[in-house]
């Protein structure tokens, strides 16, 4: 068979542009939004963030010395889960979706660390009821693990306008990313 053959060049001609698109493709779908189906992880300022959007979950751990806490935003049941380290407590909260950012909201605050570009803060005060949370488990397992071995509390969301009557001393203030803070209020009962 001779080395120049028309068909084996028309074989090369084919073969050629398929190796070139290979290549040029896979990179290009590597760089896609893939936060649907895998997690994504960032940190900004003191903050660790987890975001699984296929679960419909965000982690948060925050590391600052004068308010270290840990949450989690379960965004499919609209709960809020915070761990007070100052209080060693949990605090189960029901989110309001029109006040809390978005998974997308938080997706592009990730993405936007670097420019600064942030949404306008927003800030919501809860109070801290009486009544203990004996079973974890029908939260699902993210707040489960994360209010383990401490004790957890319901906390109701203040209307806005309406006059807190708490020790302010009685709130911790949490920031969630650059632009939520989050006020949790009332004293812990036992502690």
């Known amino acids: 068979m001779p ?3 028309p ?3 028309n074989m090369r001609r084919l073969i050629a542009p398929s190796i070139l698109v290979t290549v040029f493709l896979v990179p290009a779908l590597s760089l896609t939004n893939t936060s649907d189906s895998h997690p994504l992880d960032g ?3 003191t903050q660790t963030i987890h ?3 296929l679960r419909g979950v965000v982690s948060i751990q925050d590391n600052n010395v004068l308010s270290e806490w840990d949450g989690v935003m379960d965004y499919k049941n609209d709960l809020l889960a915070a761990k007070l380290f100052s209080k060693m407590a949990c605090v189960l909260a029901k989110m309001d979706p029109a006040a809390f950012p978005s998974l997308d909201d938080i ?11 942030y949404l306008p803060t927003r800030g919501l005060t809860y109070t801290v009821l009486p009544s203990r949370i004996k079973n974890l488990a029908q939260y699902g397992v993210p707040i489960k693990d994360l209010c ?3 004790p957890t509390y319901f906390a109701r969301q203040q209307k806005e306008g309406t006059a807190l009557t708490m020790d302010p001393d009685s709130c911790s ?3 969630l990313l ?6 949790i209020c009332g004293e812990i009962p036992g502690l």
């Open 173 to 175: 203030e949490l920031q």
């Open 107 to 117: 997706t592009q605050a990730l993405g936007k660390q670097a420019s600064g570009h």
């Open 7 to 9: 068909e084996r060049d």
């Open 178 to 183: 650059p632009f939520m803070g989050l006020s």
């Open 3 to 5: 080395l120049h053959s």
């Open 43 to 45: 940190s900004v300022g």
């Open 148 to 150: 383990r071995a401490v």
């Open 51 to 53: 975001v699984d959007a």
